[in-house]
């Protein structure tokens, strides 16, 4: 629901040039929002892939960053943490809409 209200008309990312899309063939990198299941892994992996190069990977919210209330959970799979580099790390459960608009910002060097 954060990161959704970054869309609206009270934060609107969309004036910085900033969107999200639905498809990973349009997009400039991908937002990670909670805990990796293992059954959701391949998927990650897939779709990171289907994003052109350069791109950008940004872990948002405790369960992304670090696993959260489900670090220890046997169904977790961190494997893709491993293998690609996170270029961004937005800290909060969940952050703020304005904390995630100044961070990508901030990243992008248009503060």
Do not use: Q
Request: charged share 20%; hydrophobic share 45%; aromatic share 10%.
């Amino acid at each position: 629901m954060e990161l959704a209200a970054t869309t609206n008309v009270n934060f609107d990312m969309g004036r910085f040039g900033i969107d999200f899309v639905a498809s990973p063939r349009h997009a400039d990198g991908i937002v990670i929002t909670g805990p990796v299941s293992k059954n959701m892994a391949p998927a990650l992996m897939d779709t990171y892939k289907s994003i052109s190069e350069p791109r950008i990977v940004i872990a948002v919210g405790a369960c992304a960053i670090s696993g959260g209330l489900f670090a220890e959970s046997n169904e977790i799979n961190r494997k893709f943490f491993d293998e690609i580099p996170v270029d961004l790390f937005i800290p909060g459960c969940p952050p703020h809409p304005l904390t995630f608009i100044h961070a990508v910002l901030d990243y992008l060097g248009r503060k």
